[in-house]
């Protein structure tokens, strides 16, 4: 396991530890070429403020980097973001690019997905480790298997045995990383995606287009919940679909399912009985979706199933 301490900016820091609960953030870059590839999936992501604040005052566990237009960033994520706004952020990015962006220019952003993320009380904040050079500009990685990286992941497990205790619905890979430190196991534990997070992801995993008309005008597409989230369907990319947003209403609704099986549409005659019309809707009965980037993506038969049989208005 590894551990990856970047550099924070004070006020992104600090807009998130002032609220009782954060479920979520986007640690974004502002180049629109930006990777990242140090960790895996629910490493920790620990947040190192900038000088002269030489600490690590908190962290998340990671779940994926994704590309996106800034727009969809902020409508995932609000002021996870670290912003008050998203004309704030716009102003950042433009800040740290060095060129002006207009009020209608929508710039791809690099977003660090972190869940279960963890905000220090000061006494709490972590010096930074003796070879944490001044001249780092993003920030660096440390594997557990180090004495250094031992050290550290022992200390967060400290301080988490604190935040948790404090800490508003505690979240799985914040209550593994408490208990795993303590005796020194490095041990990953999958965090709870929040509806920021599986709303990128879910757009990343079907690239973007409508699984079920391959549509790839971004502001009409949305992620929905195969299972609803209200019946206990989790935010997780097996429960999620990316639909035009008409066919998420319709699929909410129970007019459009998806069959189990073959992962074919199924479409409704309550439409045409109850609103003469459809023809639209009938032309996409029997055609297969898509298949989403990864087999951790692919829709649940359990998920698909629960939908069919209670969701959908045969």
Avoid at 110 to 131: A, H, K, N, S, T
Avoid at 149 to 168: C, D, H, K, N, S
Avoid at 186 to 213: E, K, S, W
Wanted: aromatic share 12%; glycine share 8%.
């Amino acid at each position: 396991m590894k551990i990856f301490v970047g550099l924070t900016d004070y006020d992104w820091f600090k807009l998130h530890a002032l609220k009782p609960r954060v479920e979520e953030v986007n640690f974004w870059r502002p180049s629109p070429t930006a990777t990242f590839k140090v960790l895996a999936h629910g490493d920790p992501f620990l947040f190192k403020l900038h000088s002269p604040r030489n600490f690590i005052a908190g962290g998340g566990f990671y779940t994926q980097f994704v590309q996106m237009p800034v727009s969809l960033a902020w409508g995932a994520f609000g002021e996870g973001n670290g912003a008050r706004s998203l004309e704030e952020v716009k102003i950042r990015i433009s800040r740290y690019r060095r060129q002006p962006i207009g009020p209608f220019d929508d710039p791809t952003i690099g977003c660090i997905l972190l869940c279960e993320p963890f905000f220090f009380e000061e006494r709490d904040w972590i010096p930074v480790p003796e070879d944490f050079s001044k001249s780092i500009v993003v920030g660096k990685s440390y594997d557990v298997s180090t004495e250094v990286g031992m050290r550290l992941w022992r200390q967060i497990g400290e301080r988490l045995e604190r935040f948790q205790a404090t800490a508003v619905g505690a979240g799985p890979a914040t209550i593994a990383a408490a208990e795993n430190a303590r005796y020194g196991r490095p041990v990953t534990i999958h965090p709870r995606l929040g509806q920021g997070a599986f709303r990128l992801l879910i757009t990343d995993a079907y690239n973007r287009r409508c699984a079920m008309t391959g549509e790839k005008t971004l502001p009409v597409l949305e992620a929905a919940h195969i299972r609803p989230y209200s019946l206990g369907g989790e935010h997780a990319l097996p429960n999620g679909l990316l639909l035009r947003s008409d066919l998420h209403k319709l699929f909410d609704l129970g007019y459009v399912t998806i069959d189990p099986d073959d992962h074919k549409i199924i479409v409704s005659r309550r439409i045409r009985e109850e609103y003469e019309n459809g023809r639209h809707y009938y032309a996409l009965h029997g055609n297969a979706i898509a298949t989403p980037i990864g087999s951790y993506s692919t829709p649940s038969q359990e998920n698909l199933r629960y939908h069919s049989e209670r969701i959908f208005r045969g």
